[in-house]
């Protein structure tokens, strides 16, 4: 301590003492022990206050003092990317570091070479593109630079922002690589309602060319060779449909279209960041991790590594997962983790963390597909019925696979929307290119198609003189119909609710006045859109631990993970109404409690035969996949499941065997059997006629009789929950999940095998959308004929998303959504290639995200439909908010200026120009 005086005053100035770290479980089990303190702790979000008051939850948050039992001082690494991938990259010159700048360890290319490293399949490509070769890709990673000090990082940062260190030779070619997919899609309806499919992708398969051009393009003609096998008969149905439009009688109307949308950055909270520690002595690598998909990300660590060479192979990984500061698919099996690793490893003993700042997200992190589309559709004059579909998409993949052919796929299944049309024929090419990697990004393939579809209908309509909302009515795909790819939606299909809210609507119903009465210099426009999103991606997984202990506090452990999405609070919801309580502890991203259940698997769920699937199930600790990445609107649908079927169990044979014996039920009472009637109510649990029991007091009993009061549990759904029946108390109770272990009273948990299962058939793969939710919107615009600059000053969101687990969570996903879509429309772009993010000098002072200023944040009306049935189980709603605030606000443009546009973004030069 030292002790000073200033001004008289006498001054003590020390060091502050250690803070102990916490166990991180802690820090990422909510709401945590402050909530309790604050009145009305149980209701809203369960992860609210942890966030609002700064609590550590996020990866980039964690400091090596942080972490329990690790060393205090943290190190720091960088890293160096491309910015150019058309010249030989030739080496690193550091020379501009001044010694206090200078690395403790430069990583490349030859360093992970001769540590024996293994570049997961998924990611296949150079981690470090080697000298003398050209980058794959812009921001490619072209050397790690690992820091002693965060002093010594800080001061390197800023010096290499200004000078890149990274040297180039010869310029090249970009570097030529296959393209990541390409597939069309076919279907011909039956000659009458309800008669069999001609053709479709469920009758016949996906389809894809076997004939390509030098340059990697697809030949989509079918071609009289033997090369593509099955796709020529698809082929052929196609290239029928086109000549039906192009032939097209003057008794239909055909329109020929053009539309572009741009690649965009996920423009999350947090920017990735990670921590790592490899302690040589135990030999094990520990790391923090901010990732939508856990498991993936540590079954991949393990594969990097797995045969690496002495000193770069660990024992053992423990990865820890914290929340996520935003995803939107962006931290969706991103290779971001493998540098974190890969860090440690060369700096063993040392705890370093490798955290990106804007710009580097911006050049490293991965982004929205930019799409060109061109559609074709032939209307009935008569009748404004939609007869022929066609079109072909065309999207930018950048340097990596990743998800561009599942981008690509759903393109094409979401093509028609949500209408009802007899013949259709998409392709779609996923191509590689030099740009930055794009990938999962909310909505994707479906938030472009869409709106070029749905600004094509409003165009229609107004060519064959039919309100906009009456011709979407006419087209609607109904209950029982076909999609695109010959299967039925299997869940409500609210869309003529949603047609009629719209229509209804003061905002739709006053556009013509609002119009005329637009001030002098101001133009107003009034535009609706539709959307339906599927939910899900056809192989989904949940894992959910529930317990409960003596006085009633319960515990739940889930492998989904937080990023915003209100997973913590959705199923704490879902459970509190099977056991009366909301949760006293909610652990997400948690896939290492689950051990019991002994899961394993083969094989990818996407691919395997029928065959392949029945032997495998022989096993009983078979499951086609272990466990999802949060994404793709899955949480409330997906990520509750498991957990809810686990607290289902623990009620049906633990609290309410318990609570017989408490009302002193026998044996031979027939009321034993309606424990489905009972119900909770403040805390106490209800069946007519009997006295209400406490909650605390029915679990005691529980634990006293040895009943259920603790289950682990598995899911999985190919467009329908697997099936099987376990033996319990004498029954062979029959559930949606496929592996279950219990535990009974203060005991340990025991897996039970399962005597019967049912997986959804295999031939569900070619399902493209089964699951969905929906959503409309209407936008009213006003737009300044001296800028061209277009204010939204209204807007209607009407959706629906089945059993609504969190309210605030969905009206708070619908702004979101809103506010994403608005900056898509009309602010958000990023060029492809050297003038793109792959600079390196890309910030949010060139980027524009919709503001608070930019939003009508005082006039955004949201309605959520009641669901359909008390027993209706909860849709996924996230990304389907987003999507028709696009082509909503496109329609508006139109209507108050005449011009429609076809490229996005729209910006006040664009209107300018046409005004």
């Known amino acids: 301590m030292t002790w000073v005086a200033a001004s008289g005053i006498m001054l003590a100035m ?55 039992g690790w060393p205090e001082t943290t190190a720091h690494a960088l ?53 003398g070769k050209t980058p794959l890709y812009l921001g490619q990673p072209l050397a790690l630079l690992l820091f002693e000090t965060f002093d010594a990082y800080d001061r390197a940062r800023a010096i290499l922002r200004e000078k890149n260190p990274a040297r180039f030779g010869a310029e090249t070619e970009p570097v030529a690589q296959p393209n990541y997919a390409a597939l069309r899609f076919t279907r011909v309806a039956g000659e009458t309602p309800g008669a069999p499919d001609v053709y479709s992708p469920l009758i016949e398969g996906w389809i894809s060319p076997g004939v390509f051009e030098p340059g990697g393009r697809p030949v989509w003609q079918p071609l009289p060779t033997a090369e593509g096998g099955q796709y020529k008969k698809g082929a052929l149905h196609g290239e029928a449909i086109r000549a039906f439009i192009a032939a097209s009688a003057p008794d239909m109307l055909v ?21 790592a520690w490899y302690d040589p002595r135990a030999k094990a690598l520990r790391t923090v991790l901010g990732v939508q998909s856990p498991l993936e990300a540590s079954e991949e660590l393990a594969h990097l590594l797995g045969d690496a060479a002495t000193g770069f192979r660990p024992e053992r990984i423990e990865s820890h997962f914290a929340h996520v500061g935003g995803g939107f698919g962006g931290r969706d099996h991103t290779p971001f983790p493998f540098y974190v690793a890969l860090a440690a490893m060369f700096l063993p003993g040392r705890p370093i963390r490798l955290a990106h700042d804007r710009l580097q997200q911006f050049q490293g992190g991965i982004k929205r597909h930019a799409f060109d589309m061109h559609t074709q559709v032939a209307f009935e004059r008569a009748t404004g019925r939609m007869r022929a579909f066609a079109a072909d998409h065309v999207l930018d993949g950048g340097g990596l696979a990743n998800y561009s052919a599942s981008v690509a796929a759903v393109s094409a299944t979401s093509a028609i929307g949500i209408y009802d049309v007899p013949k259709v024929d998409v392709t779609t090419l996923a191509e590689h290119t030099r740009g930055v990697t794009a990938g999962s990004m909310r909505g994707y393939g479906v938030l472009q198609t869409t709106t070029a579809l749905e600004t094509l209908v409003d165009e229609a309509a107004q060519a064959l003189s039919i309100d906009p909302i009456t011709l979407r009515r006419r087209n609607l795909l109904k209950a029982g119909g076909l999609t695109m790819t010959g299967n039925p939606w299997t869940v409500s299909i609210r869309t003529p609710e949603i047609l009629d809210k719209l229509e209804a609507h003061a905002l739709w119903r006053g556009r013509a006045a609002a119009r005329k009465a637009a001030p002098a210099g101001t133009l107003v426009g009034t535009g609706v859109a539709v959307c339906a999103k599927d939910y899900g991606t056809g192989a989904d997984c949940s894992l959910g631990r529930v317990e409960v202990d003596p006085q009633g506090r319960i515990r739940i452990f889930c492998d989904a ?59 009983p600790r078979w499951v086609p996949a272990i466990s999802s990445a949060t994404s793709a609107s899955i949480g409330a649908h997906v990520g509750t499941q498991a957990a809810a079927e686990a607290a289902r169990l623990i009620f049906r044979f633990g609290l309410w065997p318990a609570a017989l014996s408490l009302w002193g039920i026998a044996q031979d009472d027939p009321r034993r059997f309606l424990w489905q009637e009972a119900f909770w109510f403040d805390g106490a649990l209800i069946l007519s ?20 009061t603790g289950a682990m549990a598995h899911a999985f759904s190919r467009w ?46 070619r399902i493209g959308t089964s699951f969905t939710s929906s959503c409309g919107t209407l936008v009213k615009v006003e737009i300044q004929k001296a800028s061209g600059a277009v204010r939204v000053s209204q807007a209607y969101s009407v959706l629906e998303c089945g059993e609504v687990l969190t309210p605030e969570v969905v009206v708070g996903q619908a702004q979101g959504g809103f506010a994403m879509g608005l900056g898509y429309a009309l602010l958000e772009t990023l060029p492809p290639f050297e003038d793109g993010p792959g600079n390196g000098r890309w910030n949010l002072g060139d980027y524009v995200v919709a503001r608070g200023s930019d939003l ?5 009306e949201v309605e959520v439909l009641p669901r359909v049935a008390p027993n209706e189980p909860p849709k996924g709603m996230a990304e389907v908010v987003m999507i028709p605030v696009v082509p909503a606000i496109l329609n508006a443009i139109h209507d108050a200026t005449g011009h429609r546009f076809r490229a996005l973004p729209v910006t006040p030069d664009d209107v300018r120009r046409v005004l």
Not at 25 to 44: C, D, I, K
Not at 265 to 275: A, H, S, Y
Not at 591 to 597: C, M, N, P, R, V
Not at 738 to 743: C, N, S
């Open 14 to 68: 020390s060091r502050i003492g250690p803070v102990r770290a916490a166990r991180f479980e802690a820090t990422q089990t909510l709401p945590g022990t402050a909530a309790s303190r604050l009145p009305g702790a149980t209701a809203g979000r369960i992860d609210a206050l942890a966030k609002v008051t700064g609590a550590k939850l996020y990866a980039s948050d964690f400091r090596a003092a942080d972490m329990e």
């Open 79 to 131: 890293l160096v990317r491309a910015a150019d991938a058309t010249h030989v990259f030739t080496g690193l010159d550091l020379s501009a570091l001044e010694a206090a700048a200078r690395p403790a360890q430069v990583v490349t290319a030859q360093d992970l070479e001769r540590a024996g490293v293994r570049v997961p399949p998924f990611y296949a490509g150079d981690l470090l593109c080697p000298p």
């Open 255 to 275: 329109l020929d279209r053009q539309f572009r949308t741009q690649s965009v950055d996920p423009m999350f909270l947090e920017p990735e960041g990670g921590l």
């Open 561 to 619: 993970v937080e990023m915003g999405n209100g997973i913590g609070t959705a199923v704490a919801n879902r459970v509190a109404g099977l056991l009366g309580r909301r949760a006293d502890e909610v652990s997400v991203a948690r896939i290492d409690a689950f051990d019991e259940l002994g899961l394993v698997t083969s094989g990818d769920p996407y691919t395997l035969t029928q065959t392949e699937q029945d032997e495998a199930a022989r096993n």
């Open 689 to 708: 006629g009997l006295p209400p029991l406490k909650q605390e007091k029915v679990a005691a009993r529980a634990h006293e009789m040895g009943g259920l």
């Open 720 to 765: 329908a929950w697997a099936q099987a029946a376990f033996p319990l108390d004498g029954f062979e109770w029959v559930v949606d999940l496929d592996a279950l272990a219990v535990r009974r009273g203060g005991g340990a948990f025991k897996v039970l095998d399962r005597s019967f299962i049912a997986f959804p058939p295999a031939s569900y793969n």
């Open 856 to 860: 009508p944040i005082h006039a955004l």
